[in-house]
């Protein structure tokens, strides 16, 4: 069992549905990262954060400390919003390493 | 003006050669990784530098050397490639301040490594 776990492991959408991947892990976390992989493979880094929530355009993450939970929100969800997002989380026991989940895969249909 | 850039993006090659991956950060960050991405895109760290001195080194074969010769490189050696060796290799770079590891990861577009 994988330390940071992700749900779901893919998720279809229609262009314009609000969208929600979740992020769960099981020990403390000093940070936790939110990716996204394009279907070109590039790697980009959307939030970092360790508590309450952040806001990007229309990405929203959100992490619950006590309930070891994170939360990727997409609004207005866009065709160009397809791609693989990632959760990462520096856990406690494992010192500077970043623990990865296994991605969620969104389509977002036009 | 490409943040992380790696070279090359594709690489195939043959079983028992030795390659080099290069990574180059123009971002001032002291911190330097590697990553390794197997054919499930699940990402694992292998290496991490920080003002070039090793600071992570995960469980891999020796035949994995990484080499900083500043703080802005971190090089990728791989010695006697194996079949099992083929996957996507992603370098990064982030700013270690106060002594936290948490701040952003920028990622290079990755060098897709193909072992025949």
């Known amino acids: 069992k994988n330390e940071v776990e992700q749900s779901p492991q893919n998720l279809t959408a229609q262009e314009g549905e609000f969208i929600t991947i979740n992020c769960s892990y099981s020990?403390?976390?000093?940070?936790l990262h939110w990716l996204q992989q394009h279907p070109g493979g590039g790697i980009v880094s959307l939030f970092m954060l360790s508590s309450g929530k952040k806001k990007h355009g229309r990405l929203i993450a959100t992490i619950n400390i006590q309930e070891k939970h994170s939360s990727l929100h997409i609004t207005a969800s866009h065709p160009r919003d397809s791609a693989v997002y990632i959760c990462?989380?520096?856990?406690?026991?494992?010192?500077?390493?970043?623990?990865f989940g296994e991605g969620t895969q969104l389509t977002v249909n036009p | 003006d490409t943040a992380v850039s790696q070279t090359p993006k594709y690489l195939v090659t043959q079983m028992g050669n030795d390659k080099s991956i290069k990574c180059e950060q123009n971002l001032g960050h002291d911190t330097m990784y590697w990553y390794k991405q197997d054919s499930k895109k699940f990402l694992k760290i292998m290496f991490s530098?920080?003002?070039?001195?090793?600071?992570i080194n995960e469980t891999v074969p020796n035949r994995f050397s990484p080499k900083s010769p500043d703080k802005a490189h971190l090089n990728l050696h791989i010695n006697s490639l194996e079949l099992g060796d083929s996957a996507v290799y992603f370098c990064a770079s982030s700013h270690f301040s106060s002594g936290r590891l948490n701040e952003k990861l920028f990622f290079g577009s990755g060098t897709q490594l193909s072992v025949l």
């Open positions: 020990v403390g976390i000093s940070a």
């Open positions: 990462a989380a520096r856990l406690e026991t494992s010192g500077s390493r970043l623990t």
């Open positions: 530098y920080n003002n070039k001195e090793l600071i």
